[in-house]
């Protein structure tokens, strides 16, 4: 037996040797790798670094130079690679290695945090650790000195000088030579001849590249609430380390001031102004250090004596732009900059403030101050020729995220924390999930050391906002086990959840899948739950509308497996063998959201102009069939307050398009926001801003183009409201269809009305369907003639909307506070309140029945869409909002800014003569949005770019 199986010997060799070590000495003379290298065996080495770049010791000496010492030897094979940087380019060197006759050794750079640390930090990590030139990637194949390509520089950044110095001298002779002419040991004397004259001065240019440069350690602090500062801090802490200097980086709250006054080098601020000139977030608990402080200094202990430091601002001038707020100008980079001095810190620049109004913004004034910044630190004649490495985005994100994928599914499980990586929740909420926290406790569990008390919104998919009473039961039923007992019906005509907790969210959106609805296609760079309106009196145009809205919504659905394998337990197939495709989004999706809305006539309840593209049905002249729809593209409400590249825009008409057509219309229009629209700038990535990039007329061009047809002239059509109505109708079926008025969408119990428990109540009884308007509202849909009497007693039971005035009616309120991280002042909580004074002044004027559309969102994005409001207000600040007016009554027109600061006193003081006004000298009819332009209040707003005029 023995025997038998030695003479088969041959077929039971290794096919590959591989030694694998996650590290090495120091002393490469003193390794035992010399051992493998001298003796000849085909034997395979893999050496993984793991120190990250930004971890690095900066007094270190470089590690891959055992690179240059296996070299040295000339039979062996040398590779350096990096998964996460080249995939790719790792299975060639180490197919190479394996195929080499001799010993191999593949240097590989896997950085290591933590067991927790995300796959996406670990690709930031070797991105700017190759980008730098820190870890270069390189393969050395003795076997290929005849082709002449023995040495192979594959890294795209490699540092330039290095590169450069090895092109003057001829690639250093130990790149290009099968032997190169190093000494056998690398510890031993250099000099000894001109081969190793020219490997000395290689060593020290080398050497001079990668060493921190003589000067004090750059210790960066920033405080950034919408990102900017974060991303001006990172960007100068690369530029500081390409210059050689040694760099951290950290948020302002993460150091205290006794760490302060002990922190070696110079100390770097650059803050952003939040609010009413209020420090940000998490900038907040070190201002309250300092105030501190300042209350505690006496001449005979200056706490910060032995502190170098320089200041800069963000802020925009315009922000506040009475005479009476100038104040407000970043005062946080002021105050900071005052006090620290005050302290016995030593100010090494004056303070530079930039602003938003200058031509380039914040970094007009940056690129000044950056300047004196490198001169400071004695950096200032260094000579970058390096490419900077490029910022992770969220464009980057999307594409590694394995189509949505990321590290959810272990952040899911991680219950040592109630937050997801921050790279998740860019991606969750793709998957209908947004990760918020409690701001009314967050500086209280601040202060107790406790991390902030996060929690998730959950939002369905319901196209055109139609659900069943079973749904309904089910969704309420969530709400109370998982979420915080209410239910938030929203402006995209849909329900959504808030409160609930990481340990609870699988188990939530696996009942919602139960309750046969999802949360795929409600949120991220998608199309965003299509609305249709619900026009109540016309049932058989609402069925054909309703239809072609799932149609839609079918179309565009994202064809990920991610949702399904972290949620509902569906594994992938084996070994990946179906991979995922998106035929629609690809692998990097839209530039941004996407909202689509199909109107009606004369009912534009979707506010059909607000919307990326908009359908207008056409109706025959029986009143039964749909027989086309005219088509709209580049509506959009969200602004950033300041920056005048932004505006609000309402929807262009393009011409009109079959019933057949109008599904395909809607991709090809996606498409070419796809492949046009702006990966750079978030900010102006919306369909709007690519249809004035192109000119409507060459993005029509470019439609009809991928459509392979013309589309039709628009055909005639009118609206006449853009408001639901309450009440009960009969519709065309000889059903009868009950509009309930929800403040602002909430759906809970409270002392004054159990409105969660009559919903309840209902749905038990009903027979017929639910239905969510864009209003925020719901209609009680389909109910049978019998069964009004026992709808009406229950409605009647819980006192539901008995006495509201037309100002209420017409009013609606986004989220914001507590939990929407956008949030600048409030918005639902805050509206019901001002409403009710604002009553007071109505029924003083007669006006208690009027209506008056009044709208309120706690930031810019207009979620409730008060840029066409009547009566709108943009929140900024904490009881300080942005105040419109002159909205067109049927969503037609864009109201224009009447006030750029207002608080309460001053909105009752301006809205009370002009609503007094109105009731005496307005036309039969007239709205108030017309009344003020007429009256001269306010001019109308043409064009969107007028909006900022």
């Given at each position: 037996m023995v025997q038998q199986i030695l003479s088969l010997k041959d077929h039971l060799s290794l096919p590959s040797r591989w030694i694998i070590i996650s590290s090495w000495s120091y002393d490469l003379g003193s390794s035992g790798l010399h051992h493998i290298l001298s003796s000849g065996l085909n034997v395979n080495v893999l050496i993984i670094h793991t120190t990250p770049y930004s971890a690095r010791q900066s007094n270190n000496h470089r590690q891959h130079d055992i690179g240059l010492y296996a070299m040295n030897y000339g039979s062996a094979y040398v590779a350096s690679v990096a998964l996460y940087s080249s995939y790719a380019h790792m299975m060639q060197a180490l197919v190479e290695a394996d195929r080499f006759d001799g010993p191999s050794v593949v240097l590989g750079y896997l950085p290591y945090l933590s067991e927790q640390t995300s796959a996406i930090d670990i690709l930031k990590e070797t991105k700017l650790a190759v980008d730098a030139g820190y870890w270069p990637l390189y393969r050395?194949?003795?076997?290929?000195?005849?082709?002449?390509?023995?040495?192979?520089?594959?890294?795209?950044?490699?540092?330039?000088?290095?590169?450069?110095?090895?092109?003057?001298?001829?690639?250093?002779?130990?790149?290009?030579?099968?032997?190169?002419?190093?000494?056998?040991?690398?510890?031993?004397?250099?000099?000894?001849?001109?081969?190793?004259?020219?490997?000395?001065?290689?060593?020290?240019?080398?050497?001079?590249?990668?060493?921190?440069?003589?000067?004090?350690?750059?210790?960066?602090?920033?405080?950034?609430?919408?990102?900017?500062?974060?991303?001006?801090?990172?960007?100068?802490?690369?530029?500081?380390?390409?210059?050689?200097?040694?760099?951290?980086?950290?948020?302002?709250?993460?150091?205290?001031?006794?760490?302060?006054?002990?922190?070696?080098?110079?100390?770097?601020?650059?803050?952003?102004?939040?609010?009413?000139?209020?420090?940000?977030?998490?900038?907040?608990?070190?201002?309250?250090?300092?105030?501190?402080?300042?209350?505690?200094?006496?001449?005979?202990?200056?706490?910060?004596?032995?502190?170098?430091?320089?200041?800069?601002?963000?802020?925009?001038?315009?922000?506040?732009?009475?005479?009476?707020?100038?104040?407000?100008?970043?005062?946080?980079?002021?105050?900071?900059?005052?006090?620290?001095?005050?302290?016995?810190?030593?100010?090494?620049?004056?303070?530079?403030?930039?602003?938003?109004?200058?031509?380039?913004g914040p970094e007009t004034q940056y690129k000044?101050?950056?300047?004196?910044?490198?001169?400071?630190?004695?950096?200032?004649?260094?000579?970058?020729?390096?490419?900077?490495?490029?910022?992770?985005?969220?464009?980057?994100?999307?594409?590694?995220?394995?189509?949505?994928?990321?590290?959810?599914?272990?952040?899911?499980?991680?219950?040592?924390?109630?937050?997801?990586?921050?790279?998740?929740?860019?991606?969750?909420?793709?998957?209908?999930?947004?990760?918020?926290?409690?701001?009314?406790?967050?500086?209280?569990?601040?202060?107790?050391?406790?991390?902030?008390?996060?929690?998730?919104?959950?939002?369905?998919?319901?196209?055109?906002?139609?659900?069943?009473?079973?749904?309904?039961?089910?969704?309420?039923?969530?709400?109370?086990?998982?979420?915080?007992?209410?239910?938030?019906i929203t402006t995209r005509q849909t329900l959504q959840f808030h409160g609930i907790l990481k340990k609870y969210l699988k188990k939530s959106i696996q009942d919602i899948n139960k309750a046969l609805l999802d949360t795929l296609e409600v949120g991220g760079d998608v199309n965003s739950n299509i609305v249709c309106s619900s026009i109540p009196t016309m049932s058989d145009i609402y069925a054909q509308v309703h239809s072609f809205c799932t149609k839609i919504s079918d179309r565009l659905m994202p064809r990920t497996t991610a949702y399904h394998e972290i949620w509902l337990d569906q594994k992938m197939v084996a070994g990946h063998a179906v991979k995922d495709f998106e035929p629609v989004y690809s692998e990097w999706y839209l530039p941004r959201k996407f909202k689509i809305a199909i109107a009606v006539p004369p009912t534009n309840d979707v506010d059909i102009f607000t919307n990326d593209l908009g359908y207008i049905a056409i109706i025959d002249d029986d009143g039964t069939n749909v027989i086309g729809y005219n088509v709209l593209v580049g509506g959009g409400m969200g602004i950033t307050l300041g920056n005048q590249k932004t505006y609000p825009r309402i929807a262009s008409l393009i011409g009109f398009c079959t019933p057949e057509q109008a599904v395909d219309v809607a991709e090809k229009v996606t498409l070419v926001q796809r492949d046009f629209g702006d990966r750079v700038d978030r900010k102006t990535a919306r369909l709007k801003y690519t249809v004035d990039r192109m000119g409507l007329e060459n993005f029509k061009t470019e439609l009809e183009m991928r459509l392979g047809y013309t589309l039709q002239e628009s055909r005639p059509f009118s609206f006449d409201r853009n408001l639901d109505e309450y009440g009960w109708v009969e519709g065309q079926s000889g059903r009868f269809y009950f509009t309930t008025f929800i403040e602002n969408g909430r759906i809970q119990d409270t002392q004054k009305m159990q409105l969660k428990v009559c919903l309840r109540e209902i749905a038990k009884i009903h027979k017929g369907s639910f239905r969510l308007t864009t209003n925020q509202h719901l209609i009680i849909a389909e109910v049978e003639k019998d069964d009004i009497p026992k709808i009406k007693d229950i409605l009647s039971r819980y006192n539901i909307n008995n006495g509201l005035s037309g100002l209420r009616l017409s009013s609606s309120a986004c989220v914001a506070f507590p939990t929407c991280g956008l949030a600048m002042a409030e918005s639902e909580r805050y509206l019901p309140l001002l409403i009710d004074k604002l009553e007071i002044i109505c029924e003083e004027s007669g006006l208690r029945n009027d209506s008056i559309m009044i709208r309120m969102t706690g930031c810019p994005a207009g979620c409730t869409r008060p840029n066409v409001a009547e009566i709108g207000f943009l929140g900024k600040a904490p009881g300080a909002y942005v105040m419109l007016l002159g909205g067109g009554e049927n969503g037609q027109r864009l109201a224009r800014v009447y006030r750029e600061n207002v608080t309460e006193p001053e909105i009752l003081a301006i809205l009370a003569p002009m609503i007094k006004h109105y009731a005496l000298d307005r036309y039969e009819h007239e709205r108030f949005g017309n009344f003020v332009i007429q009256k001269g209040y306010i001019e109308a707003v043409k064009t969107s770019h007028e909006f900022w005029k």
């Open positions: 050395w194949d003795p076997s290929k000195e005849d082709e002449g390509e023995t040495f192979s520089l594959d890294s795209d950044h490699i540092k330039n000088d290095l590169a450069q110095f090895l092109d003057r001298h001829n690639h250093l002779s130990q790149l290009v030579r099968s032997r190169p002419a190093l000494a056998t040991d690398v510890s031993g004397s250099l000099g000894q001849s001109l081969k190793d004259a020219r490997l000395l001065k290689a060593r020290d240019e080398y050497n001079k590249l990668l060493h921190v440069v003589n000067a004090p350690p750059m210790r960066i602090f920033y405080a950034s609430d919408g990102g900017g500062a974060e991303k001006m801090a990172k960007r100068l802490a690369a530029r500081g380390k390409i210059r050689g200097l040694d760099v951290n980086v950290a948020v302002l709250d993460s150091i205290s001031l006794d760490a302060l006054a002990h922190e070696e080098g110079y100390a770097v601020f650059i803050t952003f102004t939040a609010g009413q000139g209020e420090p940000p977030q998490n900038g907040k608990k070190f201002f309250k250090f300092l105030n501190a402080a300042m209350n505690q200094v006496d001449n005979k202990a200056i706490p910060l004596s032995g502190l170098r430091y320089v200041v800069f601002g963000l802020g925009d001038s315009h922000y506040w732009p009475r005479p009476e707020d100038a104040h407000y100008y970043n005062r946080p980079s002021r105050e900071l900059d005052s006090k620290l001095s005050l302290l016995g810190a030593q100010r090494l620049l004056e303070l530079h403030l930039g602003d938003s109004q200058d031509a380039d000044v101050w950056e300047a004196r910044i490198w001169k400071l630190f004695g950096v200032d004649s260094i000579e970058v020729s390096q490419k900077e490495a490029q910022p992770i985005t969220l464009e980057h994100v999307k594409a590694a995220s394995g189509y949505l994928r990321g590290t959810i599914a272990e952040g899911i499980a991680d219950l040592t924390t109630g937050a997801l990586a921050p790279t998740d929740p860019p991606l969750t909420k793709y998957h209908g999930i947004w990760q918020q926290d409690d701001r009314d406790i967050r500086e209280e569990r601040q202060a107790q050391g406790l991390e902030p008390a996060y929690n998730f919104m959950v939002r369905v998919r319901m196209p055109g906002g139609l659900c069943t009473p079973m749904q309904w039961l089910q969704l309420d039923r969530l709400a109370d086990e998982y979420g915080n007992g209410t239910m938030k």
